[in-house]
C-alpha cells in the first residue's frame, strides 16, 4: 500500500503570505512525465466537505483560484498559496489515485499568526 | 447542479448496523464511481471504497472487508454504505464523494462530495 506523509501537520501564516505544503508518496505515483502524476489537493473547513483544488499534481480544477498551485513528480508534490487570503485558513490535503487502496495524507493546518 | 445529499446523524449502539444513504442529482448516477471516506473526530479522512453504480462492482480497504457493504440504486440515483457491527472507534463523519470516472482508472479525483453524515457509537 502507498502512504502518504504530510508536513508540516500545522504552519501558522499571515495574510498575503506565500506558503509550502509538502507532500510525500512512499513510491513513486508518476507513470510518465507525458501522461502526469496520480496526485490530488483538497481543502477542508471546519464542518465542512472537502473540496478539490487540484488533480493530477499540477492541474487547477474550475472555480478554484490561480494563486493555488500545485508542482512535484515522482514521490515529492507541494501545494504552493501565493498570497494567502482570509478564506485560505483551512486544513488541506493530498490523496494518491495510483491504485487502491486510496490514501490521504494527514492534513496540514494552515492557521492564522 | 451536481448535488449529493447525506442524512444528517444516526446514533448506533456497539454491534449493530448503519446504513448510510448518498442521494445524488444533477447528472447522470451511472456516469460516475461512488466513493465513501471517513472522518473520525478531530482525524484526518481515511478512504473506505467504491463502487461502480453501472455495473454495481465494488472495492474495499481492507481494514473494512467483512464488514462494510456499498450498493447503488439505479432508479433512485442513490448510493448506500452499510458497515455492520459497529464499534465505538466506527464514531466519524462518513462522506461520499463522486469520482471524476465512470470506473476505476487511476488518476480519478473527487470532484463532488456529499455533506456528511456523523455515526455515533456509543452504549
Known amino acids: 500500500d502507498i502512504q502518504m506523509t504530510q508536513s508540516p501537520s500545522s504552519l501558522s501564516a499571515s495574510v498575503g503570505d506565500r506558503v509550502t505544503i509538502s507532500c510525500r508518496a512512499s513510491?513513486?505515483?508518476?507513470?510518465?512525465?507525458?501522461?502526469?502524476?496520480?496526485l490530488n489537493w483538497y481543502q477542508q473547513k471546519p464542518g465542512k466537505a472537502p473540496r478539490l483544488l487540484i488533480y493530477?499534481?499540477?492541474t487547477l480544477q474550475s472555480g478554484v483560484p490561480s494563486r493555488f498551485s500545485g508542482s512535484g513528480s515522482g514521490t515529492d508534490f507541494t501545494l504552493t498559496i501565493s498570497g494567502l487570503q482570509p478564506e485560505d485558513f483551512a486544513t488541506y490535503y493530498c490523496?494518491?489515485?495510483?491504485?487502491?487502496?486510496?490514501?490521504f495524507g494527514g492534513g496540514t493546518k494552515v492557521e492564522i499568526k | 447542479q451536481v448535488q449529493l445529499v447525506q442524512s444528517v446523524a444516526e446514533v448506533k449502539r456497539p454491534g449493530a448496523s448503519v446504513k448510510v444513504p448518498c442521494k445524488t442529482s444533477?447528472?447522470?448516477?451511472?456516469?460516475?464511481?461512488i466513493h465513501w471516506v471517513r472522518q473520525a473526530p478531530g482525524q484526518g479522512l481515511e478512504w473506505m471504497g467504491w463502487?461502480?453504480?453501472?455495473?454495481?462492482?465494488?472495492d474495499y480497504a481492507r481494514k473494512f472487508q467483512g464488514r462494510v457493504t456499498m450498493t447503488a440504486d439505479t432508479s433512485m440515483n442513490t448510493a448506500y454504505m452499510e458497515l455492520n457491527r459497529l464499534r465505538s472507534d466506527d464514531t466519524a463523519v462518513y462522506f461520499c464523494?463522486?469520482?471524476?470516472?465512470?470506473?476505476?482508472?487511476?488518476?480519478?479525483?473527487?470532484?463532488?462530495w456529499g455533506q456528511g453524515t456523523l455515526v455515533t457509537v456509543s452504549s
Open positions: 464523494a463522486r469520482s471524476s470516472s465512470p470506473q476505476w482508472e487511476p488518476g480519478n479525483y473527487f470532484d463532488f
Open positions: 444533477g447528472y447522470t448516477f451511472t456516469g460516475h464511481q
Open positions: 463502487i461502480t453504480p453501472n455495473t454495481g462492482g465494488t
Open positions: 513510491q513513486s505515483i508518476t507513470i510518465h512525465q507525458s501522461i502526469g502524476s496520480y
Open positions: 493530477a499534481a499540477s
Open positions: 490523496q494518491h489515485s495510483y491504485n487502491t487502496p486510496l490514501a
